[in-house]
């Protein structure tokens, strides 16, 4: 963007930079459209890569905020295929892990086995979102690289052109083509090199710093799952404990009641003959 809005500028002036790309030959002008489609490239890259981070920044904060108020993580729901941001898409792994093992944590044991695959399924979650943080970066990298070699490219053909057309009798006219190129393919390659290195240096940082507070969401994020699974273990204990004392009081009255069914015969036998009444009279 930079190029061509100098361009423009130059172009109103005498001996701007149209008449130096009029002086060109065609070989300069290959490498001169080369370079002004790199600078056009660079600006879009670093325009899109900086609204994405500041987007998914702003994601990032105001699901860490509404987080905050649920009261339980591995109890939420995320529809499959919905557009996730990078801490929703960590919960959402570490969620549909914990849920392989739904039911079925009563011991430390159970929980240590479950945080495993919590663990392994937010790393990968980590890694996906680092490829989504890093894209559009080896586009900057690239330019900040190669701007200066094409610019570069054009100086030495501009200068092997100049020596092609040196002679005794050699004019401007035919020195102009060789010399112009060397000079607009080198401020070109500037052109492209230096804003695609401030831009590259300022949204690596940014993604550094996003990566770094991914890291440490990811660690927070375990440590509350971890949290609520020892606390879904416990009150699963619990209520396995409740239910085997349950049962262990519903089958005592059956244990106490056989033996005063099967002990009632033997009492009647021993008991007293019953008196008919004037019995001892007629004795």
């Known amino acids: 963007m930079l190029s061509p809005v100098l361009m423009l500028i130059l172009a109103d002036t005498e ?4 008449w130096y790309f009029k ?11 080369v370079l002004l489609i790199c600078s056009f490239i660079g600006w879009g890259a670093m325009i899109q890569k900086w609204t994405d981070v500041n987007e998914l920044r702003r994601r990032n904060h105001a699901f860490e905020r509404r987080l905050r108020d649920e009261p339980s993580v591995v109890a939420l729901n995320f529809p499959r295929g919905s557009n996730l941001g990078p801490y929703e898409f960590l919960v959402a792994e570490a969620v549909s892990a914990v849920q392989r093992h739904k039911g079925r944590m009563v011991k430390p044991s159970d929980v240590t ?8 399924a937010i790393q ?4 996906r979102t680092m490829v989504k943080y890093e894209e559009k970066m080896v586009i ?3 330019l900040v690289s190669g701007g ?4 570069l490219l054009g100086t030495v053909w501009g200068v092997m052109v100049t020596f092609g057309a040196l002679t005794e009798k050699a004019s401007i006219a035919q020195l102009a083509p060789g010399v112009c190129g060397a000079l607009v393919t080198t401020t070109l390659g500037l052109l492209v090199a230096i804003p695609a290195t401030f ?3 300022y949204l690596l940082t940014q993604v550094k710093i996003m990566t770094t507070e991914l890291e440490n969401y990811a660690s927070s994020l375990a440590d509350r799952v971890e949290l609520e699974l020892e606390g879904e273990a416990r009150r699963n204990f619990e209520a396995a404990q409740e239910r085997e004392r349950l049962l262990r009081a519903a089958s005592a009255p059956a244990a106490t009641i056989a033996p005063l069914v099967t002990a009632a015969p ?7 003959p019953v008196s008919l009444p004037g019995w001892e009279d007629a004795q």
């Open 15 to 18: 001996k701007g930079a149209l």
């Open 23 to 33: 002086q060109m030959d065609t070989a300069g002008l290959a490498v001169a459209g």
């Open 113 to 120: 086995l479950c945080m495993g695959h919590v663990e392994n």
């Open 124 to 127: 990968r979650g980590i890694a």
């Open 140 to 142: 900057l990298s690239s």
């Open 148 to 151: 200066p070699f094409l610019g």
């Open 199 to 201: 831009g590259y240096n």
């Open 266 to 272: 033997a009492e009647a036998a021993v008991l007293p």
